[in-house]
C-alpha cells in the first residue's frame, strides 16, 4: 500500500520533533510516556538529528521499529468541530470540515488538512495502481500554460470564462490549466514511428477552473488534482482497445474506493470527440441527473439521454388562424384560453444566441429543452437565451407570443417529436395573439431537425419500453474518445508500416482526485460522522486508552499499537487526555475503520474492546488474539 506505515523507514526520523524515540523502541514500548513529557529538542538539535551523520546508531541499521510520533493524537493536529459549518449544504462538505480534514481559504480553494491529505493521497494512490496496472506511465507536466498552444487547438476561445488567465511581466498570454490534452499531444510530436504505439501516459496534478459558484465544499471548487490520462494509438481499433482498458481500470478503480459509481452514455460537450462515459455516483449533493432504466440498464446523462414517446394523435384543425389571446404568456395558460391547445398541442419556441447568431429551438409544449444538447449538436461555443429586446428586435414581439410560423433567415432547429405534426397553436409574434392550425411542414422552414428535449422520469426506455427513472449523481470519472481532433490541429502524427503520415487517434480520461474523496464521504456516513472504506480511510484502526491514570491500560495501548504498526497497519495511538466519550466522539466523527479500546475492567481479564466502525457493534476480544484479528479485518477490506 502507498502510504501504509513503514515501521523501519530511518528518514521519518527527521519528521519527529526528537529522536529520543528511537531509544525507547522495542525494549520497553510502556517507555514512550516518558518521551511524551520530555522537553522536545530544539530546533538547531533537530536540523543536527536529521543529518544521517549524526543518527544514533539505532537509525543507521534501521531495522528497528521506530514510533512515530505523528500518529500519536496527542501531538496531531486534527482539529474537530463540535458543529457543521452553518454554511454548509453537502454532508461531505460537512463532515470533512467538521472532522479537521479541510479548510477553506477562499471561495473554491481549500486547504488539505494531514487527515485530509492522508485520504486524498490514498484515493491518489489506487488511482496510480490501476493506471499503472494498464500499462500507464507517469507524467508531471506544468500548471502553468503559454496561451499559442491553446489557441493553436483553438480551444483559446472555447474554453471562455472557465479559464484563469493572466499576463506576465513581458506581457506574454498565459492560462493555469483546466485539462492538458494540447500539453500531452505537444509531447506527443517525438513520436515519429508507428512502432512507438500505443502509449498511455498520465499525470496526477493540479487543475484551475474558474467556476462561477463554487459550492459543496470539494465537490465544485476553481482549484482540485485531477488524474488525466491520454492515449495515442495508430487507429480506431487501438484507441477502442484502450478505452476499454480505462473502462475496465476505472471499474476496478471505483469497485476499490467503494464507490458504486455507474457508467453512463455522456455529452462530450467541449472535449470533442465521438465515445463518451461518465462514472456516476448517486448522490443528493450531485449536479448531474442521470436517466436509468432499471429493467435493461440502460444509463445516460440526461444531456445525452433519449426515451420513447407514445404518439399524439394530432388535433383535427388544418386551417391555420390567428386568434386573440389577451394576457397569455405561458403554456399552461394558453392550454387554458379560448381557442387555445393542450400542451402537447402546442410548440415551445425558445429564442437563443449561438455565438452572436439567433437562433430557435422548438420542443413540444410540455418538454423542456436541453441546452447542452443544443450545443453538442451546433457545436457553438457560446451560447445563451436572447435578452427580451434581442427578442423584440428580430422576431417583433416579447417572450410569450413568440412563435416559428413564417420565420424566415433565423435557423430553426425542431425536437423530432414536432416533426410531422399538424394542429398545433404556438405565439404569432405579436404581443396577445396565437396561431392555431399550425402545420409544421407547411407553415414552418424548420432548418433540421435533432433531439433537444430533456428526458423525463415516468417516461419509457428506448431499449425496452419499462418507466425511465432519473438520479441524481456527482460525476467521478470521465472517458472520452478524442479521435484525432488535437493531433490534427497539433501536427501529431507517425508514418505507419507503408510510410504514411498517420495523425495519432487519441483518447483522454479523467478521474478527480478530491471529488472521489468527496464521493466517498457522501456515500459513506452516518449520524455520528464518517465511515471511510479502509482502502481510504486516514487511518485504519484507532487504539483508544480510556483512562492515562491506568498504567496497565497505557502500558497495554502502547505495545499493541507498536505491533499493530509492525504488522504493516496504519494504526493512530488516541492518548489524549480527554474524556472516554470525547475520543470515541472524535473517531466515530473522523470515520476510522476499527477502534479498539483499552480501559481497565476488561484489562483486568485480559480483554479489549472492539467496535468496527461501520457497525458500532462492539465485542470483547482477548488481548492475545486481537492483532491478529484486526490485521485479519483490514487485509480483506483493503
Ligand atoms: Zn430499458
Not at 432499471?294 to 399524439?312: D, K, M
Request: net charge negative.
Amino acid at each position: 500500500m502507498w502510504f501504509s506505515s513503514t515501521p523501519a523507514a530511518p528518514r521519518r526520523c527527521s519528521l519527529t520533533s526528537s529522536c529520543d524515540d528511537a531509544e525507547d523502541v522495542g525494549a520497553n514500548p510502556a517507555g514512550i510516556l516518558r518521551e511524551q513529557s520530555a522537553t522536545p529538542a530544539s530546533p538547531a538539535a533537530t536540523l543536527a538529528m536529521s543529518t544521517k551523520d549524526n543518527l544514533p546508531e539505532d537509525h543507521r541499521l534501521a531495522n528497528k521499529p521506530v514510533p512515530f510520533r505523528t500518529m500519536r493524537w496527542s501531538n496531531l493536529f486534527i482539529p474537530t468541530l463540535r458543529d457543521a459549518p452553518a454554511d454548509a449544504e453537502a454532508v461531505s462538505h460537512k463532515l470533512l470540515v467538521q472532522g479537521g480534514f479541510i479548510r477553506q481559504l477562499h471561495a473554491g480553494h481549500y486547504s488539505l488538512l494531514p487527515l485530509g491529505f492522508r485520504v486524498h493521497e490514498k484515493v491518489a494512490a489506487v488511482v496510480r495502481s490501476e493506471m499503472d496496472a494498464i500499462g500507464a506511465q507517469e507524467f508531471r507536466l506544468p500548471a502553468m500554460h503559454p496561451a499559442a498552444i491553446w489557441k493553436k487547438s483553438g480551444r483559446w476561445d472555447v474554453m471562455g470564462d472557465e479559464m484563469f488567465r493572466l499576463i506576465d511581466r513581458k506581457g506574454a498570454e498565459t492560462a493555469l490549466g483546466m485539462t492538458h490534452e494540447e500539453i500531452f499531444t505537444d509531447l506527443a510530436l517525438e513520436i515519429t514511428s508507428y512502432k512507438a504505439l500505443p502509449q498511455i501516459w498520465y499525470q496526477i496534478q493540479t487543475k484551475f477552473r474558474d467556476e462561477p459558484r463554487p459550492k459543496s465544499g470539494l465537490l465544485r471548487v476553481r482549484e482540485f488534482d485531477m488524474k488525466d490520462s491520454y492515449s495515442f494509438d495508430i487507429d480506431d481499433a487501438g484507441l477502442d482497445i484502450n478505452f476499454d482498458r480505462h473502462h475496465d481500470a476505472y471499474v476496478r478503480i471505483f469497485d476499490r474506493l467503494s464507490l458504486p459509481a455507474m457508467p453512463v452514455q455522456a455529452s462530450s460537450g467541449a472535449m470533442g470527440g465521438s465515445g463518451s462515459i461518465e462514472f456516476m455516483v448517486p448522490s443528493p449533493a450531485g449536479e448531474d441527473d442521470v436517466v436509468r432504466c432499471a429493467a435493461c440498464g440502460y444509463a445516460a446523462n440526461v444531456e445525452r439521454a433519449t426515451s420513447a414517446l407514445p404518439p399524439i394523435p394530432d388535433r383535427d384543425i388544418a386551417e391555420l388562424t390567428k386568434f386573440p389571446t389577451p394576457g397569455v404568456r405561458t403554456i399552461a395558460a394558453l392550454a387554458k384560453a379560448e381557442g387555445g391547445a393542450g400542451a402537447v398541442h402546442q410548440i415551445k419556441t425558445m429564442v437563443m444566441v449561438l455565438d452572436d447568431a439567433i437562433t430557435l429551438a422548438l420542443v413540444r409544449g410540455d418538454h423542456q429543452l436541453n441546452v447542452q444538447k443544443l450545443q453538442d449538436h451546433t457545436g457553438a461555443i457560446d451560447i445563451r437565451p436572447a435578452t427580451p429586446e434581442e427578442t423584440v428586435e428580430h422576431l417583433g414581439a416579447s417572450p410569450g407570443s413568440l412563435g416559428p410560423v413564417q420565420v424566415d433567415g433565423i435557423r430553426i432547429i425542431a425536437d423530432p417529436s414536432l416533426e410531422g405534426r399538424s394542429g398545433l397553436a404556438t405565439g404569432a409574434n405579436e404581443d396577445d395573439w396565437h396561431w392555431s392550425g399550425v402545420d409544421i411542414a407547411r407553415d414552418i422552414n424548420v432548418t433540421e431537425f435533432a433531439d433537444l428535449r430533456e428526458v423525463r422520469a415516468g417516461e419509457s426506455c428506448s431499449n425496452c419500453g419499462e418507466k425511465l427513472e432519473i438520479v441524481r449523481c456527482i460525476e467521478a470519472g470521465h472517458i472520452f474518445k478524442l479521435g484525432t481532433k488535437y493531433s490534427e490541429v497539433l501536427g501529431a502524427h507517425v508514418l505507419d508500416p507503408d510510410g504514411e503520415k498517420r495523425h495519432l487517434v487519441m483518447g483522454s480520461y479523467g478521474i478527480g482526485i478530491g471529488r472521489g474523496m468527496a464521493a466517498a464521504a457522501e456515500t459513506h456516513h452516518d449520524d455520528n460522522g464518517l465511515i471511510w472504506p479502509v482502502s481510504i480511510a486516514p487511518y485504519e484502526a484507532v487504539i483508544t486508552i480510556v483512562s492515562l491514570k491506568d498504567e496497565a491500560s497505557v502500558t497495554a495501548g502502547e505495545a499493541l499499537y507498536n505491533e499493530l504498526q509492525q504488522r504493516g497497519i496504519d494504526v493512530i495511538l488516541d492518548d489524549r487526555d480527554a474524556r472516554a466519550g470525547v475520543k470515541f466522539a472524535d473517531a466515530e466523527l473522523i470515520g476510522i475503520p476499527y477502534r479498539v479500546t483499552i480501559g481497565p475492567k476488561a484489562l483486568v481479564d485480559g480483554e479489549v474492546e472492539f467496535t468496527p466502525r461501520a457497525t458500532g457493534e462492539t465485542s470483547r476480544v482477548g488481548i492475545d488474539a486481537i492483532v491478529d484479528q484486526i490485521v485479519a479485518e483490514i487485509t480483506t477490506a483493503r
